[in-house]
Each structure stands twice: as C-alpha cells, then as structure tokens.
C-alpha cells in the first residue's frame, strides 16, 4: 500500500464492506442504553444522488457516528419516498413501467449511498410503494374515515391539465404548474380530505415547545396555521332579504370605519347577485383573469388589487350605510368566510384598494402625531365610531363583539389560516385509497381483511385523462365488502406527503407484519432526536408529520405527542451563484467527485464548506483543499508509523513545550466537542482538527533534536489518535484505516469519543515587564511555561515595544523567568 499518496479507493471498499459485514451498524432495542434516533429525511428515487444529498446525509452521518462514540444506541436508517409523478411522467416518455423505474432507481442510488459510507442500518431499508408499507396507511385512513378526520366533498383546485393532476398552492408559481409551466386552471372536484384543521389549535401550542427546532421554521408553522381571534358576523345585502354575506375580522372596532366589503371572486353568492347578462360576462371575465393568478401571488402585498364592482350594495350593521360590493383577487375564498368588511382606515391592503377606486377612508383611531399616507393598525384612542368613541382599541373590541352578540348578528371567533389537506390524486403511482361505492350501500370502506388494497401493475399510462387506474377494469369493478353486491373502486391515490408522514415510525420495526410498527419498538426509538433536511419542507412535509403522528396517538397507537425533537435544516448547494440544476448546467456529479478524490473528501468538503443552515458555495479549490488535508494526515502517519506504534500512551510531559502542546491537543478536542454539541458548527470543528494537525508537524519538528525521543513519541500518539478520533465522524473511512495501522484491533467507532482533560487545559499566565535599555516600555501576559525563544519574540514584536527597537540594532534579549524581559540595544 502506498506511502505518499492516500489510497482512497481502496481503503474506501474495504471499510465499506467490513463495516457491512460486521453489521456494525445494525441498530437493536436496548432499554439499558440511551438511545439517539438519527434522521435525514429519506430521498425520492430520482435516479442519482447530487450534492444536496450528499450534504445532508454527511451531517447525518457525522451525528450518528458521533453519538455512537458518546455510547448511544444510535439507529440511523435510511428508505425511499418512492410514489410521487416522475416515475409516472418517465413511465409515459420512456415506457418503461413506473414500478421498474422506481426499482432501478433504488438501486441504483443504494450503491451510490454505499459508496458514501454512511453509517444506515440496511436492515431496515424501505419503499413506501411496497404494498406491506402503504397497506397500512390504508388501515389508518379507514380508521380516521370512522372518525371523520378524512372525508370527502367537492372544491375548487389547483388543476395542471398537462399533469393531470391537483397542485397544493405552493406548486403554482405565477400561474404555471412548478414542474411542466403550464397555465395552471382552478377546478371544481370530489376528493379526499384529511381534516387537519382539527389540530389546528395543538399543532400550534406545540410550536412553542419545539425547542430544538430552528426558528425560521417555527415561524413559518405558526403563519401557515394563521390563528387570529375576532367576530364573525353576518352584513345584509340592501334590499335583498334572501342573502346575508359571512364576514370575519380580527377588528370589530373598526366596523364604523367599514366604507365598502369585498366578495371572493369564487363566492358562492356571487351568482345570486347579479343583475344581467353585462354584469354576468363582466363576473365572467373577471374570474378568468383572476385565476390565472397563484394564491400566493393574490396575496402578495406589493402588487395592485384588481376589483369589480358589482351593483348589489351592503349595509353596514353599526351605522345603517349602504356601502359598495366588490369582487377582488386579494380575498380568497378557502380563507375564513371568503368575504370581508374593508376598513381602509385601518388595514393596508383595504387602504391601497380603496385608493385605487377612489373609495372612502374613514379613520376610526386617533393616529400619532406626524402620521400621514397610509393606513394605521397601530393602538389608539378610538374616533368616528358612534358608541366606542373615546376607547381603546382592546376595549372597542369587546364593546363591539358584545353589541354583534346581543343582536345576533355574529359571534366571538377564532379564525385559522389553515385549510384540510386535499390528499387526492388522480394519478396512478400511489397508494390507492380504501374504499368503494356499492350500488346499494353507497359508500363503503374496504374490509380490514381485503388490505392492502394493492395498485394493479397492468396499467395504461398516457397522461391525458384523469386517473389510469379507471381504466383498470379489474381494479375498478369490485365486491362491496359489506352487501357483496357490485361496487366501483375508489380511482383517486393519497397524495405522497401521507407515506411521508410516518416513514419514521416505520423504521422503528420495518419488517413487522401485524401492524403499522411494532408498539414497543416505537416506544424505544420515538421520538426522533435529530432531524435533518432542506428548508423547502418546512411548513408541508413538517406540519403532516406532525399531524398524522398526533392522529395516531390519538387512534391509541403510539405516545409521543411530537415526532421530531430536534430539526436541522440544512441550506442549499450552489455555485456560480444558482442552485445546482441540470438546466442552468452547474451539476456536480458526486459519482466523479468520488471517483476523483473519495468519499471521505467529497464528506469533508460538503461539511468544512461551510456551516450546515447556510447555502454552501461549490469551490473546485475547497474540494482539493480537503483531500490535500486528508493527505497531509496520511502522510504523517506513516511516516512516524514506528515511533508511534511503539510509543507509550499518556504519559505526563516533562518539559514546557510537551505541556503546551499537550495543552493544544485537549483545547482541540474541547472546541470540536463543543461545535459539534452546539449549534452543529462542523466547519469550526474541522478548522480545528486542521489546526491540530499543523501543530503536529511543527511539533514534531521542533522538539526533535530537544526532547528525549519517549516523551516526544508518546505525545505525537495521543496528538494522532485525537486527530483521528475527531476526524472520524467526517472522514471516516481514512481515519478507521489509520486507526488500525496503529495497531488497534477494535474498530475507532467503537472508541469512546475523546473527552478534553482538565489537568492539561490549565493555563497558568505570569506578566513580564519589558524594559528597553532599563525602561520599562510595556508589559506581556505570558504562559508560565512559554519557552524562552517565544517570550523574546513576543517581546520584540510587542506594540509598544517597537518604536524602541526599530532604529537600533538589538544586542541582546535577556529573560529573567517569570519577572522581566531585557532588551539591550547598541547604541
Ligand atoms: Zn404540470
Ligand atoms: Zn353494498
């Protein structure tokens, strides 16, 4: 084996497969040991692995290992979100059979994985398009069905005629559907839906607890579940005894100040209203234009407000005023009632709209003094308000909920931003949703028996109607489970954000076949203690977890109230300046950077490039940096390989610079420890263990002619084992190789992590006076051991030292320990 140059390729095999062989990181219930469940969120077979995996899974991979070291019983698995549209979209461009797609994929990406190291428990690697895993999500949707927290009704949605298919909102972008950009259509269906809004009030409570969460994350939680207190109460439309609109708001005070309301263009009301055929096209009109627009994009604050008048007026229930009816783009319909009172006095968005119709604003609070342009949500003496003038505006508010209560025109309420999670797809690559319509008993569950309701393998797929799977005869026409009468399967598939929402648990007991997990291994392993993924989840994946984890407790079956305790989430990778994507051409292939440099310098880039919540900039230098540093590492140790092998370990320095040095290695060990423990900064533990070995080459230099050969021996072994014991968990297949060169029998995972001792940190400092030529010129805080070379130096190069000693040729330095330092010039 080469001496100079690092062998990665080989090395990297032979750990790999020892590790496997050993099953060293097979991951067994122990309820003697702590346990630490460490996660990444498991990936879509795509087809190859990039960057942004491998970021991910190295910071997994350097926690796992790391925990073991701490004596955890760690379990680190790994699986395949493996439903979802691409395997459909390759299906119909390739014709190859999603299921195949799918397949291949897998392993092909498993290998890729392997070639990584990391430290996965295989054993209990998933798919979450096996009939054994998605059978049981089928049970659960049943069991929530009898509980009413999924049902079915008809809505409006997102529909991409190209994909054929439903988008959340957060897959519009600007109109266009995020994966084909085409013009995205709104669409009335039937589908599924889980009532998530059940929650809503827990999911939140919880966002206070959570933590080891980041709080980018919290935050976005709590605005996607959007909880605000208010009145709702009903607005008469003038001269219409038939219809009364439903409005919502967080400020009752501000009724008064109400100048005009707004319909969402989708209210169902709006029909009713209309006058004629003109105002119909109008309406017509409008609404086309409107749903061209995303939701995200109608609720944009920076963009005008489009708006229709309609003839219809309302009356405002505080003053008796007529006042215009509009349609608009920036009131939603799925938001509270999908219609509200516009108080511009008081609210931006109304202010802005108001202006742009020439509308008026009324202001119902005293503004501050200086204010001007625009509208004022800020507190106040209450103006232009009838019986709450002179209030606060906390005070109006109560005022203003009990004058609505004792009229009965309204109530006090809670208003949440979240809507139920549409879980239907009309697509095939999913896991079909259990039930069936019987002609005599309408809708029916599938028996418990009957599951899972597998998803047919010979299937049409083209792309252009709605669901393939009605096209399945055999599917489609069934038994009703409970009259045993004819029965039409249910088409639609769940949305693949259900298999996601509880892989976790899963891994807990993934071979059990008598339900979703085995009840004591959940119990082991649950929570998860780390999680880790992008950002881009969020608020989805993140929120449904949490959900779904919630319903099955509630459903007795586990008893964690929250899935993740702790969530990493980790930035993107770019270079030149952009996101790496096949289109904009700036892919790196991990495949060659393996091949090229290693898997342990394609680890240690990704983690030393920068800190792990930050984008990470792809640097070819960075990547040759890395591997230079594993060389130099190498290259060390097998150029001392006998002095080490034969060194005593540990034994107490006798000299000042064995002290100091010895020193040196325990503060790396305190920093690494200590940035890996908090806030996960890998990059300064790696700057560290560089530093580390920096100090190794010059020690070993410099002591070499001064120090008895023992002494010396024995410090650069425990300088190098530190080194590789910290270099671990990010390099870990060169440091196992050194570890055993050394001669270690037992693996370096099976080490102890390395704990700083105490004795060798201490610094005890003495202050020298420098004196120039018998004048004291300043002072220096030293160690008390600093060699004699050094406290010359220090002396010399001090700040306050140099003006006395840059004109004048310095004779001699003379050190009086632990007092003085003397610097004689020639005058
Ligand atoms: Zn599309
Ligand atoms: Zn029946």
Redesign the pocket.
């Known amino acids: 084996m080469s001496t100079d140059r690092y062998p990665f390729r080989e090395i990297e095999a032979k750990w790999q497969q020892i590790w496997e062989d050993r099953k060293q990181f097979r991951a067994v219930e122990d309820p003697a040991r702590p346990k630490f469940y460490c996660l990444e969120m498991f990936p879509y077979p795509s087809g190859r692995i990039h960057m942004g995996h491998v970021r991910v899974y190295a910071i997994g991979d350097l926690l796992a290992r790391y925990k073991w070291m701490r004596g955890f019983n760690v379990l680190h698995p790994m699986g395949w979100d493996a439903f979802g549209l691409p395997a459909e979209n390759a299906a119909i461009e390739h014709g190859v059979h999603p299921a195949i797609w799918t397949y291949e994929n897998i392993d092909y990406m498993r290998s890729q994985l392997k070639k990584l190291g990391i430290s996965y428990d295989w054993d209990r690697e998933l798919a979450t398009c096996d009939p054994s895993y998605y059978k049981w999500e089928q049970l659960v949707f049943i069991k929530m069905l009898e509980r009413g927290l999924a049902y079915r009704r008809r809505s409006t949605v997102n529909w991409c005629p190209s994909c054929q298919t439903v988008l959340a909102n957060e897959q519009v972008e600007a109109g266009r559907c995020w994966r084909c950009d085409s013009e995205v259509t709104p669409r009335e269906i039937e589908g599924w839906f889980f009532k998530i809004t059940a929650y809503a009030d827990e999911l939140l409570a919880w966002c206070d607890r959570l933590v080891g969460w980041p709080e980018r994350v919290i935050t976005m939680q709590r605005n996607w579940i959007g909880r605000s207190e208010g009145a709702e109460f009903e607005l008469a439309v003038a001269g219409r005894a038939d219809a009364r609109i439903r409005v919502f708001t967080t400020r009752p005070d501000t009724v008064f100040g109400m100048t005009y309301a707004v319909l969402a263009p989708e209210h169902p009301l709006v029909d009713r209203l209309l006058g004629d055929e003109t105002e119909r096209r109008a309406v017509a009109e409008f609404r086309a234009e409107v749903a061209r627009q995303s939701e995200i994009e109608r609720l944009a604050a920076d963009r005008p407000k489009r708006g229709l008048r309609l003839r219809a007026k309302v009356v405002n229930p505080f003053n008796g005023a007529e006042i215009p009816l509009f349609l608009a783009d920036y009131v939603l319909m799925g938001y509270g009632t999908g219609a509200i009172m516009a108080v511009p006095g008081e609210d931006q968005r109304d202010w802005d709209f108001a202006r742009q119709h020439d509308l008026p604003i009324i202001e119902t609070v005293k503004r501050p003094e200086g204010w001007a342009g625009e509208a004022y949500a800020g507190d106040g003496v209450k103006i232009n308000s009838g019986f709450l003038d002179g209030l606060s505006v906390a005070d109006a508010k109560r005022a203003a909920i009990d004058w609505i209560v004792q009229r009965a025109i309204g109530v006090a309420k809670v208003n949440y931003r979240l809507r139920d999670w549409g879980i239907s797809r009309q697509r095939y690559w999913g896991a079909p949703i259990p039930v069936l319509y ?4 309408g809708m ?1 569950p599938e028996a418990e028996e009957n599951l899972p309701v597998v998803l047919p393998r010979d299937v049409q797929l083209s792309g252009k109607r709605g669901s393939p799977l009605a096209e399945v005869a055999s599917f489609v026409n069934a038994t ?1 489970p ?4 004819k ?1 039409r399967r249910e088409t639609d598939t769940m949305d693949t954000f259900v298999e996601s929402s509880w892989y976790f648990l899963r891994y807990a007991s993934p071979r059990h076949d008598r339900g979703m997990f085995e009840r004591s291994a959940a119990e082991y392993w649950m929570p998860v203690d780390q999680y880790i993924g992008g950002i881009e989840h969020a608020v989805l994946h993140l929120l449904y977890a949490r959900f779904y984890t919630k319903v099955l407790r509630d459903l007795g079956m586990v008893k964690v109230d929250e899935p993740f305790t702790a969530l990493l989430s980790q930035g993107m990778v770019i270079k030149d300046g952009a996101k790496m994507s096949k289109s904009k051409g700036n892919v790196v292939d991990p495949d060659d950077l393996i091949r090229t440099f290693g898997a342990d310098t394609a680890r240690l880039f990704s983690l030393f490039a920068a800190p792990p919540e930050k984008d990470l900039d792809w640097n070819d230098h960075g990547v040759e940096g890395a591997s230079r540093f594993l060389n130099r590492v190498w290259r060390f140790v097998f150029s001392h390989i006998d002095a080490l092998k034969g060194a005593s370990r540990r034994a107490a320095p006798t000299t000042d610079e064995g002290r100091a040095f010895r020193r040196t290695i325990h503060e790396t060990i305190k920093r690494v420890t200590d940035d890996i423990e908090r806030d996960f900064h890998f990059n300064t533990a790696i700057s560290a263990v560089m530093e580390l070995v920096n100090a190794i080459y010059a020690f070993e230099s410099a002591a070499a002619d001064r120090m008895a050969g023992g002494e010396r021996a024995s410090l650069l072994r425990e300088a190098v084992e530190s080194v590789l014991l910290l270099l671990g968990p990010i390099a870990p297949h060169v440091s196992e190789e050194l570890w055993s060169e050394l001669g270690h029998r037992e693996s370096l995972f099976k080490q102890p992590w390395p704990t700083p001792d105490a004795g060798a940190l201490v610094r005890k400092e003495v202050t020298l006076v420098v004196q120039v030529d018998g004048k004291v010129r300043s002072r220096l805080q030293v160690d008390v051991d600093a060699p004699e070379e050094r406290i010359q130096r220090l002396a010399l190069e001090d700040d306050k030292v140099q003006p006395w000693v840059r004109q004048r040729a310095v004779e001699r330095v003379v050190v009086v320990a632990n007092r003085l330092v003397n610097i004689v010039t020639r005058a």
């Open positions: 019987c002609e005599t008993c029916v009703c409970k009259c045993g009468g029965a």
